[in-house]
């Protein structure tokens, strides 16, 4: 008996509606450590794919890679999330660094904002998160303020999520996935300084800071300062879910006439039919 031919990874059309891909930017960390182990590592919350996961799309992650294979990445799946993370190089919207802005990461820098681009010219569903919605507005020509102080956890705590409320703007698409104000969970010092153009704010803090952006359009293009990820309120990935399996192409189903062929006891093939 022949063996039988590998399967073919169907494509992004090919697959049931129900399940869209959603791909996921990754930290790239010098050194972690696990079990025995302590190496090089891309790594991630577990919250961000298991967010994914609840919400019915499936998680892949993208750790940084070539920016120039991004528009490859990206015509693969059916949704993306630039995750949280580390500071945003200024140097990328034309300000010099302060002294409390964090320490650099180039490669993730030059690989999401590779994705964003591709996302932003496909039409891919797209969802900043904190250091992902920064990035989304650097790529479209906006600036950040480096330092901010009342948006990290409690005081004199670190890496302990803070909560805030933020109200959303009516008729924004923020607004029409999360109404109203609530509180949200929290942990960044920077912010939108310069909202780029074709952008506009969606959402605001107490205090006035831009929490949420998006582009207008036919595109699902939305970014939020908090961290939905870390909440219970799973309202954003479930809109990102459904505007990616939107995008799906239902499997193709046989003609009415189709039968599949047999093979006679000769060898000759002949067609079923009704």
């Known amino acids: 008996m022949e063996p039988s031919p590998p399967a073919q990874a169907a494509d992004r059309r090919d697959r049931p509606v129900s ?13 972690a450590r696990w079990g025995v182990w302590e190496l090089p590592a891309t790594l991630l919350p577990a919250a961000y794919p298991r967010m994914v996961q609840q919400s019915g ?22 949704g993306l999330v630039v995750a949280g993370g580390a500071d945003v190089e200024p140097g990328l919207y034309g ?6 802005t964090g320490p650099p990461a180039q490669e993730r820098d030059a690989w999401e904002l590779a994705l964003i681009r591709a996302a932003l010219e496909s039409g ?3 969802l900043g998160i904190c250091r992902g919605m920064q990035l ?16 990290t956890g409690p005081l004199g705590t670190t890496g302990v999520l803070g909560a ?37 704010a969606s959402a605001h803090a107490a205090d006035g800071t831009i929490e949420a952006i998006e582009r207008p359009g ?33 499997a193709r189903t046989p003609p009415e006439d189709f039968a599949p062929p047999r093979t006679t006891g000769a060898g000759a093939r ?3 039919r009704p």
């Open 270 to 272: 002949e067609r079923l």
């Open 218 to 250: 036919p595109q699902w293009v939305l970014g939020v300062q908090w961290h939905p990820e870390m909440g219970d309120d799973p309202r954003l990935m479930q809109a990102l879910v459904a505007a990616s399996t939107a995008r799906l192409v239902p």
């Open 164 to 200: 805030h409320p933020v109200k959303t703007v009516p008729g924004t698409l923020c607004a029409s996935i999360v109404p109203g104000e609530s509180a949200v969970p929290t942990y960044h010092h920077q912010c939108v300084q310069r909202l780029a153009p074709g952008l506009v």
């Open 124 to 126: 891919t569903p797209l």
């Open 95 to 100: 300000a010099e660094r302060d002294f409390r």
């Open 57 to 78: 799309g499936l998680a892949a992650l993208l750790p940084p890679d070539a920016p120039a294979r991004a528009g490859t990445a990206v015509a693969r799946l059916d």
């Open 136 to 151: 989304l507005n650097v790529a479209l020509g906006g600036t950040l303020t480096q330092h901010l102080d009342g948006h």
């Open 19 to 31: 399940e869209p891909l959603i791909g996921v930017s990754t930290y790239l960390e010098p050194v």
